[in-house]
C-alpha cells in the first residue's frame, strides 16, 4: 500500500473537513477499542470485538470482500481523521481490487460513537470512491450493506450508488442469524460528485 496518499475532503455546505490516510498500529488498536462497542455489530454484520494488539486480524477482516468480481489484491486501507494530530474515527477501505475488470469493493465505518452522525462517514465514501476512479481509473465500485442498515443505504444513493440486488438471506450474523443483504454499485457515469 502506498504509505503517502493523503486525501482530503470538505463539506461544502458546514466546512467539516476529514482527511484519509494510512494508518500506524497504535492508531489501528485505537479503531480495535472504539469497535467494541456492541451496536457496531448489527451495523457491520460481523464480531468487532478484536484483541488489541491483533491488528492483522482486524485488517483481515475489514479487508475481506464478497463480491463475484472481486479479486484477492492488496486493500487501501485509510484512517478518517478530523485533526492529523489525533487519532482516526473510523476507517474507510478499497478492497477485492481487480484491475482487469476495473472494479472494486468499498467499505466505510465511523467506529467512534460521538462523530457517528456528523456525515464524515459519506465524506470520506465520497472521497475514496473519487480517489478510485480519479487515480486507479476504476470504473466500477460496489458495496454490499445490510438491509437493515438503512442510514448506509440512503449515503450511497445520495452519492449515485443504485441498488443492484437484494441479496436474501445471504449474510450470517454473529448470533447465527440469516440476514439480507443489499449490493449497491456506482460507475464513473452514475457518481455524483457533491
Not at 70 to 87: C, R
Not at 125 to 132: E, F, I, N
Not at 169 to 187: F, Q
Amino acid at each position: 500500500m502506498n504509505n503517502n496518499i493523503l486525501l482530503e475532503q470538505t463539506h461544502k455546505a458546514t466546512g467539516s473537513r476529514i482527511f484519509l490516510t494510512p494508518m500506524s498500529d497504535r492508531h489501528i488498536q485505537h479503531l480495535i477499542l472504539l469497535a467494541r462497542d456492541p451496536s457496531l455489530i448489527d451495523l457491520m454484520g460481523w464480531n468487532t470485538f478484536f484483541e488489541i494488539k491483533d491488528t492483522e486480524e482486524f485488517i483481515k477482516n475489514i479487508s475481506a470482500f464478497v463480491l463475484p468480481y472481486s479479486q484477492l489484491s492488496q486493500p487501501v486501507i485509510l484512517g478518517i481523521y478530523l485533526d492529523l494530530e489525533s487519532f482516526p474515527i473510523g476507517y474507510v477501505v478499497l478492497k477485492g481490487v481487480n484491475m482487469s475488470l476495473l472494479t472494486a469493493e468499498i467499505g466505510v465505518a465511523i467506529l467512534d460513537r460521538k462523530h457517528r452522525k456528523g456525515g464524515y462517514g459519506r465524506l470520506a465514501l465520497k472521497r475514496m470512491v473519487k480517489y478510485a476512479f480519479s487515480e486507479l481509473h476504476l470504473q466500477t465500485i460496489g458495496a454490499t450493506i445490510l438491509l437493515s442498515n438503512k442510514s448506509s443505504i440512503n449515503i450511497g444513493k445520495k452519492l449515485g450508488f443504485i441498488i443492484r440486488e437484494i441479496m436474501t438471506d445471504s449474510w450470517s450474523m454473529p448470533n447465527g442469524d440469516i440476514t439480507d443483504m443489499v449490493l449497491m454499485e456506482v460507475t464513473q457515469e452514475t457518481w455524483i460528485d457533491r
